[in-house]
């Protein structure tokens, strides 16, 4: 591992109750991988726009949902795919990934390396940014190991957060039944700060609510729309896990609609927004909203074929991005999420 430079963020470093971010603008779960590309030869499992972006300039980096073994999910986690393989490749994207409406679907099913492979070969390579380690398990067994693992290899302190992911629409699993658990044994054990995902599909105003009794942190909100399209000629689900979750421009007034009900309900735990933000001005919505940091999801990978190719542009304008949310200073709290919200408790700006 070659040394690593700290770049000097502190002075605009913000926190959130005890989660310390770089500034107010972070990334979802899953959309800059594990935050560097696989190691090898070939660069692959990082975005094409990823590569013109300084990640050490993000609030934080979230990674993908980590889960106790390796998971193929709805894809696959074979990396070693030769050039004559590529157009089978992209059949398989098809199967899991397609724009849409104004937005995306996927269904990736948690396709992942497993923690033990992200905390050895991936983690280690990324300690000049500010991550969140997102986890994801089927059972709160699963989350005590999740979280065992991360105290083991990550000192506190080392990243910002851990991200309970309860909320993801594709992996075909009900978590109302679990949440309770997860909470009640996964959070207390944690050396690191725990956030919360939300789902917009679900009763989020009483997790939110459970997860402030139970220690959380904070929340992030939302996770994708759970979301169905056919072929309108052969009724044939155009994903493989025939539901997925919808991202983009298409759930913005959704998670809007989330993070503006959860500061009405009275919920003053801080939030991070994620949904359809591309501009400033998306990021100035969620902040009046009722949000403390906003999240860029969909915008920092998706785009079509083609649209790779102003990748490099895409990357000025995040970085652009970057730059007037590390100057900006959101609405004074009581103002935020209309006149019945609360003011947020543990927000230090
Ligand atoms: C291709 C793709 C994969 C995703 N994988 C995960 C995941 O593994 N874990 C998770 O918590 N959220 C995952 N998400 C949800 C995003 O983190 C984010 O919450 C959601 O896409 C809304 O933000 P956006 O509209 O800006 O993309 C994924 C989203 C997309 C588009």
Redesign the pocket.
């Known amino acids: 591992m070659g040394e690593v430079t700290q770049p000097d963020t502190r002075q605009r470093e913000i926190r959130l109750g005890d989660i310390r971010l770089r500034n107010r603008l972070v ?5 800059l991988g594990y935050g560097v590309a696989d190691p090898g030869l070939v660069p692959y499992g990082m975005s094409p726009i990823s590569r013109f972006v300084p990640l050490h300039r993000f609030g934080a980096v ?4 980590l889960t106790v073994a390796p998971r193929d999910g709805h894809f696959t986690n074979r990396t070693d795919w030769p050039l004559r393989h590529l157009p089978d490749l992209l059949r398989r994207y098809a199967r ?2 397609r724009p849409t409406d104004s ?2 679907i ?1 269904a ?1 099913g ?3 390396v497993g923690i033990e492979a992200y905390l050895r070969d991936y983690y280690p390579r990324t300690r000049d940014q500010n991550t969140i380690i ?1 986890l ?1 398990g089927f059972s709160p067994e699963e989350f005590v190991a999740l979280v065992d693992a991360v105290n083991a290899t990550v000192p506190a302190g080392d990243i910002a957060a851990v ?1 309970f ?1 309860v ?2 629409p594709n992996v075909e699993h009900d978590f109302e039944p679990i949440l309770d658990g997860v909470l009640a044994d996964a959070v207390g054990r944690s050396h690191h700060p725990v956030i919360l ?1 939300l789902a917009p599909d679900r009763d989020y105003v009483a997790h939110a609510r459970r997860a402030a009794a139970a220690g959380v942190s904070a929340l ?1 909100a ?4 759970r979301a169905l399209r056919l072929d309108p000629d052969t009724g044939q689900p155009w994903l493989t896990n025939r539901y997925g ?8 007034p959704i ?1 809007l609609r989330v993070v503006s009900e959860l500061r009405e309900s009275g919920v003053t735990m801080p939030i991070i927004a ?5 501009s400033f001005d998306d990021c100035r919505e969620y902040f009046w909203a009722g949000a403390d940091a906003v ?8 785009a079509s074929y083609p649209g790779y190719a102003v990748a490099p542009l895409r990357g000025l304008q995040i970085r652009a991005l970057q730059r007037r949310i590390e100057r900006y200073q959101p609405p004074p709290a009581p103002s935020r999420g209309g006149t019945r919200s609360a003011p947020l408790r543990g927000y230090v700006p």
């Open positions: 990334t979802s779960s899953s959309l979230t990674t993908r949902t899991v990934l937005g995306w996927n990736f948690w396709c992942n997102s994801g991200e992911n909320s993801c995902k992030t939302i996770n994708t729309v979750g919808l991202s983009g421009g298409a759930v913005k998670g994620t949904g359809g933000i591309r999240s860029l999801g969909s915008a920092t990978w998706l």
